[in-house]
């Protein structure tokens, strides 16, 4: 039974290698097998949930096609993660122990980070020494800076909630913290501002130090890399500088984007990059925009990424939201009204860390007061943040009627394939908006244009600011139109 169960699993493997780089079939479709038929269900067995979630959103149509292929008609396909799938055999070969060993063990237990300094540095070898200023434990960890970069005591996986607009990042985060170095490396985490991906990036350390006493965990922003950079040029010790962070086993490194136009940190970055992935240590990168437009860094790094993975964390939606709300009123012990609860995860949508503001000051309204919360009540104690949250609500859709209505064409024109300038004009205009005011990236905002291509909106977008740059009047129709958007 198993064996005829490869063999087929191998004929549509073959199938589906027509279709796909050999890298990607090695990485994706290579660890899966097929472990169940049923009369119109096939079940593959992968190792980890990430392996599911990538197939089913980037290959549910090649391997539809392949199973189709194959077996002449189509089946729906099932997943079920099985830890047992050999992970390790399908990462290249490891120089220096790394496979088979412990990553943590085969290093000296060392002394820690004690120089922790603005970085802010886990380390249960520098607990063991005793040594000031370092980081003891996961637990007490919050106590360092909390909100000005340090490690954040509350940022665990159990506290938190996963939803469709994370469950990849989160399944990714999971596999890294339990998996270090082993799997995905380095995992690139990206998405707009208060998403989470911070909390993830600690969550990660968090948990490898919990269950890794020897691990030296490393957190810091790039904005705190490039200024102990530039500190460690002035004061000659770069040498100290290097060695501290070449010596992470596991390196967070958080918002990378200000990495951009710094060139020498950038550089300094790559190579301590470069040593560590060349020593097969975790690391951990965040941005607000996806590994592809991170030009410099990207073309750099891209060889490496071969191993690695990219997740993007988006918008919540309601129902997630309201679990946040939930799980955060839990946390506090406060209790508000079902309304209120409501009001707030359907008004602040697409911020957490708003959401989180706005139930912080709710609650603390409710303990300091008497009075009843209303409906108007609330609308008043957080009028600056549902406004902040109206004004990021640009979407594309609205983009595109606004856009329509001023230059008088067809909505249905700012997707149609329709090319004449009275028409292409607007639409381009429309494009570069999508750019300006919405967290959609080029290809997204293809696809909404009627299923145009990455190139033709970054053309688009260069097109407009250079007219822009040149002509008065275009400059101030694209002012008139933001502030339209944005009212
Ligand atoms: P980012 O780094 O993406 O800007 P953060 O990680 O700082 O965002 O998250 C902002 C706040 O929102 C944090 O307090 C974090 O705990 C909270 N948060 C974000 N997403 C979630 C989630 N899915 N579950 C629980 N809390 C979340
Ligand atoms: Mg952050």
């Known amino acids: 039974m198993m064996q005829a169960l490869d063999g087929l699993w191998d004929k549509i493997c073959e199938n589906v290698r027509r279709g796909i780089s050999p890298d990607a079939f090695q990485r994706w479709f290579a660890p899966a097998r097929l472990v169940e038929t049923g009369e119109d269900t096939l079940t593959l067995a992968v190792p980890n949930s990430i392996q599911q979630l990538w197939i089913e959103s980037n290959y549910a149509t090649l391997l539809q096609d392949a199973i189709i292929l194959t077996l002449g008609d189509r089946r ?12 390790i055999s399908r990462v290249p070969e490891m120089a220096g122990g790394g496979v088979g060993g412990d990553l943590f063990d085969v290093r ?123 500190d460690a040029i002035q004061q000659g010790t770069l040498p100290k500088f290097r060695r501290r962070y070449r010596q992470a086993d596991v390196l967070l490194i958080d918002d990378v984007q200000f990495f951009a136009g710094k060139e020498r940190s950038q550089d300094e970055f790559f190579h301590t990059f470069n040593a560590l992935f060349d020593g097969h ?40 939201r309201t679990a946040i709300l939930r799980k955060k009123m839990a946390q506090l012990q406060v209790t508000l009204p079902d309304d209120v609860v409501r009001f707030l995860a359907e008004r602040i949508s697409n911020n957490v860390r708003r959401l989180e503001g706005s139930l912080m000051r709710l609650a603390s309204f409710v303990s300091l007061s ?42 249905a024109d700012m997707t149609s394939k329709r090319r004449p300038a009275c028409i292409a004009f607007p639409r381009q205009v429309a494009m570069a908006l999508a750019r300006d005011l919405t967290r959609a990236s080029y290809s997204e905002i293809g696809a909404a244009f009627g299923g145009r291509d990455h190139g033709t909106v970054m053309h688009a977008c260069k097109l407009i600011t250079a007219r822009t740059a040149e002509d008065p009047k275009i400059r101030s129709v694209i ?5 339209r958007l944005k009212a």
């Open 479 to 483: 002012m008139l139109l933001e502030s």
């Open 281 to 320: 240590r975790q690391i951990v990168m965040t941005s607000d925009r996806p590994p592809s437009e991170m030009q410099k860094l990207e073309a750099r790094l891209v060889s490496r990424f071969e191993w690695g993975i990219a997740a993007e964390m988006q918008v919540p939606d309601v129902e997630t």
């Open 108 to 230: 000296g237990s060392g002394g820690g980070v004690s120089e922790a300094g603005r970085g802010a540095a886990v380390s249960a070898g520098s607990r063991a020494a005793g040594t000031a200023g370092s980081v003891g434990s996961a637990s007490s960890a919050g106590t360092l800076g909390e909100g000005t970069g340090g490690f954040n005591a509350r940022y665990v996986f159990e506290n938190f909630v996963v939803g469709s607009s994370n469950q990849f990042a989160h399944a990714a985060a999971l596999a890294v913290a339990e998996n270090p170095a082993r799997i995905y490396n380095p995992l690139f985490i990206h998405g707009g501002v208060g998403l989470g991906k911070t909390h993830l990036m600690q969550a990660i350390g968090h948990h490898i130090v919990a269950h890794r006493k020897k691990a030296r965990v490393i957190y810091i922003s790039s904005e705190q890399f490039t200024n102990e950079f530039i």
């Open 370 to 411: 008497r009075e009843k919360l209303t409906q108007p009540r609330v609308e008043e104690l957080l009028r600056d943040l549902l406004q902040e949250d109206a004004r990021n609500q640009v979407t594309i859709d609205k983009i595109q009627r606004v856009v329509a209505e001023h230059y008088d064409v067809r909505l």
């Open 76 to 87: 729906a396909v099932k997943f079920r993660v099985e830890m047992t799938a050999p992970l």
